[in-house]
């Protein structure tokens, strides 16, 4: 499953920074985290890209919005409501949720359906590697979460694959792509910052 900045976590967020009145208590470990988190950034030059990471960072270590994160953030020079609002913005004036803005269509479409060719053209319709459609669409999202190199190596690979001339047979085709394909999808670097695979 791939992760997300859901819009909710980010409201959270920013409802957090404006009325601290939850009483969640962090541990000292996950004060670390968010010590070690935000050392990274620059809280005068901050990007939505960076603020986006540091919300993702805290869900990752089980980091909940309260007073005290926001407290943790101040001693650190961040401003709570500043980074929420980051990390949902979408270049507009509302700030319309914590999602990147989904891909074009057209690029879903095609990805899916060259999964969907390679994946599931099997000689034998009874075949057990046949691939669901909700497999298709799970590689399809975490394909377009990856960072621009490596959706270039896995539209490659589809590429490379989906050649009528390729020595291999479709069976082979098939275990070959799916492993390739869980190697750069189970690497949590291929993706974009605001992604996690888990």
């Known amino acids: 499953m791939i992760s997300n900045v859901s819009s909710s976590q980010i409201s959270m967020f920013q409802q957090t920074s404006e009325s601290s009145n939850?009483?969640?208590?962090?541990?000292s470990s996950q004060l670390e985290t968010i010590s070690s988190v935000l050392e990274n950034y620059d809280a005068d030059?901050?990007?939505q890209s960076d603020a986006q990471a540091i919300v993702s960072a805290f869900e990752d270590a089980g980091v909940q919005p309260s007073s005290e994160l926001v407290s943790a953030m101040e001693e650190a020079g961040f401003d709570a409501q500043e980074v929420g609002s980051?990390?949902?913005?979408?270049?507009?004036?509302n700030g319309a949720g914590g999602m990147p803005p989904p891909p074009p269509q057209e690029e879903t479409d095609s990805i899916s359906s060259l999964l969907d060719t390679l994946l599931n053209?099997?000689?034998?319709?009874?075949?057990?590697?046949?691939?669901?459609?909700?497999?298709?669409?799970?590689?399809?999202?975490?394909?377009?979460?990856?960072?621009?190199?490596s959706k270039t190596d896995v539209m490659d690979l589809l590429d490379k694959y989906s050649d009528e001339n390729t020595e291999y047979t479709v069976e082979e085709t098939n275990n070959l792509l799916k492993t390739s394909l869980s190697q750069i999808l189970s690497d949590s670097s291929n993706y974009k910052s605001v992604s996690f695979y888990g």
């Open 22 to 27: 939850s009483q969640s208590s962090l541990s």
């Open 45 to 47: 030059n901050l990007s």
């Open 86 to 93: 980051l990390a949902g913005a979408q270049g507009g004036p």
């Open 121 to 149: 053209t099997q000689e034998d319709e009874e075949s057990t590697t046949a691939t669901s459609f909700d497999d298709i669409m799970d590689y399809t999202s975490r394909i377009l979460s990856l960072n621009e190199e």
